[in-house]
């Protein structure tokens, strides 16, 4: 049976079939979709399902599960393999018990915003093997492996996708669903759970590298394929695969072919085999020339010369996810034909010259909107310039108020970082105030050490953290403060306890929809001396929504209303629409209003009012 | 053989629910399927663009001069996709326009409708015009733009149409009967090319 599935469904499918038992993770663009899609089925499924407080405890509770003999995944985005890292590496050195997959999705040409990190050279790092997944199928397919070679191998598998596969669906093939319900059983072995002894160390360093031969024996000829075809080679793995096919069914080209699916460790001795009877190749993966590097050194000890085109030598580039053109381009260098024309670049220049850019703000009735709104005014009110005041932003929505109309946030780096580098800007010598703004899911995730550390060193800042109870960039996922409602989780951490525990003495709630209030509490607490925390709560205009919590919308009333457009250019709200008529213009509040009432107290003319009555 | 469809608008249009009945349906007709969205930022403002790959496929992305039919539901999302437009390949323009934030107090800069058709003949596109908004307000469902433009791309590709009714019927929840509707009107508003 087929089924449409995009590449995390897939693995969302592959978990289910595999009888895995505990599957966490923390949400991040391209990885989302897997528990996304698998959390609503848990109790069907009897299974533990969770959204872990950020990627390092998820990859724990998913490690100790498989050390007492379950199946276990953890999933993430590739910045979140870098906070998982530090009990990973350490986890790989010990093996496992019941199978241990970790799943990782890099975004080579930056869908969601971040780095474009390769994540292939983890499983160098850690010394671990690692499958690269080129298709929705293999999605599928590859988690079953990955869980079987683990468990093989006794060792934690690395399985790597891009989001040109995890976020693109096909038709998958789809199977029955093992279930296993294994006891849990641990037995105490300190010299494989525990790092104090360099001897011991050493030993489970070289268990790690013998655990990855293994894996290399038992995947090869499942996961690597050859086609001979003449003397012209192209190596190809990950998302490049399914490009590179669509051209040479295309152009129907003759040439040899190596599809590698396992990236660590490379298999050797099938590439020297290959490059036997090629003079000439193109090595074809997405960002770093991880594999390329790897192919000389091979080719070099082969002592055979052959003309390598790939990264090196400039064929392709190290940045973006490559289109089927940029494929094409690097074929025809290989095979020096041109394969066929393109648009007339003229056509493409003049359409890009008139094409409408279609800048972000935040949504509809967004909280987040009255919080910088009060921000940029609380630094106003203190006779600050704006341009003078560093505020750090964070990851998630609330990084948006560095867009327009507000562009309050100065730097964004990692899950918790604005709280530290506030600090920093104030060790530097920075006299006037530094701001911090922070969502909540990501203080939970990373952002409460940087506070205990400012409390402690007690650094003169304001953080506010914009609380909008759901981990909502990535599409709305549970975290511990989201409210308690029937389909999540009962139990709620509430942040200003949180920052109470953590020492801070000046912690003060807004309601971002209560703009004077708002301005005047924030500036109070950037004059206060010392650790401020302004909790800013008001929940998810979309996730309220939702939940039909209504509030009565807004209409603009147009004897008022000059068409002064001060709303538009402060509010930038979707739902607000400008009618240019005649000298006068009109600003129209359309029914997509989600009332959050901030353009009533913006405007200058008071024309804009409560829909009565209407909820 | 291959079938590339190219879908565009802005977050709201339902341009993504559009494209996964398409996708649904090669399934249902036992075709291979590649189904990319585009999705980013929708909620916030933002365009959306999916594209549907039917048959003989196996990238994820429309090739450039490779669509054979294009849907823009927002007017001037055609022009990021000229890349991809296949000489005398199809694309059904919808009439509406969506002002981006900083164009709304300054409409004017909109790109030309003259400056768009140029183009589009320049590309060698054989342009269907209709008036989705309208159409899906005489059938009393202004949300069913898309389903009126789906009857049009279904009637141009020679669609199977009780499959896809099926498909359609399937995957709405509510206002069944209008939502059909809205489908039928833009099917009979085109005229079969292939």
């Excluded at chain 1, 525990?194 to 030993?203: D, H, I, L, V």
């Excluded at chain 1, 490049?240 to 096919?245: D, G, L, R, T, V």
């Excluded at chain 1, 629409?577 to 600003?587: A, E, S, V």
């Excluded at chain 2, 001069?65 to 437009?85: D, P, Q, R, T």
Aim: charged residues 25%; contains cysteine; hydrophobic residues 40%.
């Amino acid at each position: 049976m087929k089924k449409l599935l995009t590449g995390n469904e897939a693995v969302a499918e592959g978990i289910i079939e595999s009888g895995t038992e505990v599957v966490c993770g923390y949400p991040g663009t391209p990885s989302t979709e897997v528990i996304q899609t698998l959390l609503p089925k848990a109790k069907e499924l009897g299974i533990h399902i969770e959204w872990s407080v950020n990627e390092k405890v998820a990859s724990e509770i998913a490690t100790a599960a498989s050390w007492a003999g379950k199946r276990a995944i953890v999933t993430m985005k590739m910045s979140g393999l870098n906070v998982a890292s530090d009990s990973l590496c350490s986890i790989i050195y010990s093996g496992c018990r019941g199978g241990l997959v970790i799943y990782v999705v890099d975004d080579p040409g930056v869908s969601a915003g971040m780095v474009e990190q390769d994540s292939r050279y983890y499983a160098k790092l850690g010394v671990a093997p690692m499958l690269d997944i080129s298709s929705q199928q293999e999605s599928l397919d590859f988690v079953k492996l990955a869980f079987e070679v683990s468990e093989k191998i006794k060792g934690p598998v690395f399985l790597r996708s891009t989001a040109s596969i995890s976020h693109v669906a096909s038709d998958v093939k789809i199977g029955k669903r093992v279930e296993l319900k294994r006891e849990a059983h641990f037995e105490r072995d300190i010299s494989k759970y525990t790092k104090p002894k360099a001897s011991w160390c050493m030993n489970q360093h070289q268990d790690s590298l013998t655990r990855l031969n293994e894996a290399s024996k038992i995947v090869d000829s499942r996961v690597n394929q050859v086609h001979l075809e003449g003397k012209y080679g192209v190596i190809v793995s990950g998302a490049a695969w399914e490009n590179f096919q669509e051209a040479v069914n295309r152009y129907n080209l003759k040439l040899s072919w190596l599809k590698i699916g396992i990236v660590n460790p490379l298999p050797d001795e099938k590439i020297k085999e290959f490059l036997k009877d090629i003079d000439k190749l193109l090595v074809l993966e997405e960002l770093e020339p991880f594999i390329e590097a790897e192919v000389m050194r091979i080719s070099f000890l082969s002592g055979k010369k052959i003309d390598i085109l790939g990264k090196f030598d400039g064929t392709l580039s190290m940045m973006g996810s490559y289109s089927f053109k940029e494929i094409k381009k690097s074929l025809e260098a290989l095979l020096k034909v041109k394969l066929e024309s393109e648009q007339n670049s003229e056509i493409i220049k003049r359409a890009e010259e008139l094409e409408v850019k279609r800048p972000t703000s935040f949504c509809i009735g967004c909280p987040h909107r009255g919080t910088y709104y009060a921000i940029n005014k609380a630094i106003k009110k203190l006779k600050y310039k704006k341009k003078d005041i560093i505020v750090t932003g964070d990851i998630g929505c609330t990084i948006l108020g560095m867009n327009k109309p507000f562009e309050t946030c100065w730097t964004e780096v990692a899950m918790g970082a604005s709280i530290g580098l506030a600090q920093g800007f104030k060790w530097a010598g920075i006299e006037k105030p530094v701001l911090a703004t922070i969502g909540d899911s990501t203080f939970f995730h990373a952002g409460i050490p940087p506070l205990i550390n400012a409390v402690y060193q007690n650094v003169s800042l304001t953080i506010i953290i914009l609380d909008n109870g759901w981990t909502a960039m990535t599409g709305f996922q549970e975290n511990p403060g989201t409210i308690p409602l029937k389909d999540t989780n009962p139990m709620r951490i509430d942040i200003v306890e949180v920052c109470k525990g953590c020492g801070a003495k000046d912690i003060s709630v807004i309601d971002p929809y209560h703009l004077k209030e708002s301005i005047d509490v924030i500036a109070e607490a950037i004059e206060h001396p010392g650790v401020s925390v302004v909790v800013s709560r008001r929940e998810c205009a979309l996730q309220s929504r939702r939940r039909k919590v209504n509030l009565p919308k807004l209409k603009v009333n147009p004897d008022k209303c000059t068409g002064c457009r001060v709303c538009l250019s402060s509010l930038a709200c979707p739902a607000m629409i400008f009618h240019p008529k005649d000298k006068k213009g009109l600003m129209e509040i359309t029914s997509s209003c989600n009332g959050c009432g901030l353009c009533k107290d913006v405007c200058p003319e008071e024309a804009i009012e409560v829909i009565k009555d209407a909820v | 053989m291959q079938y590339n469809i190219y879908l565009a608008g802005v977050g709201g249009q339902g341009v993504v629910r559009l494209s996964e009945i398409i996708a649904r349906y090669a399934m249902e007709k036992g075709k291979r399927v590649k189904f990319y969205k585009e999705i980013g930022l929708a909620q916030r403002g933002g365009p959306v663009h999916c594209e549907v790959r039917i048959g003989d496929v196996f990238g994820p992305r429309i090739p450039p001069l490779s669509s054979n039919i294009m849907v823009i539901m927002e007017l001037s999302e055609v022009l990021k996709a000229l890349e991809l437009i296949k000489p005398k390949g199809v694309v059904i323009l919808n009439k509406k326009k969506v002002y981006p934030i900083d164009m709304m107090a300054h409409p004017e800069r909109y790109p030309k409708q003259e400056e768009i058709i140029k183009l589009l003949n320049d590309a060698k596109a054989e342009i269907i015009w209709i008036d989705a908004e309208k159409i899906a307000l005489e059938v009393g469902l202004p949300i069913a733009e898309n389903n009126v433009l789906l009857g049009a791309l279904s009637s141009i590709s020679s669609f199977d149409k009780e499959c896809i009714l099926n498909v359609l019927r399937k995957s709405i929840p509510r206002e069944i009967d209008k939502n059909i509707a809205a489908f039928n009107k833009g099917y009979e508003v085109v005229n079969p090319i292939r």
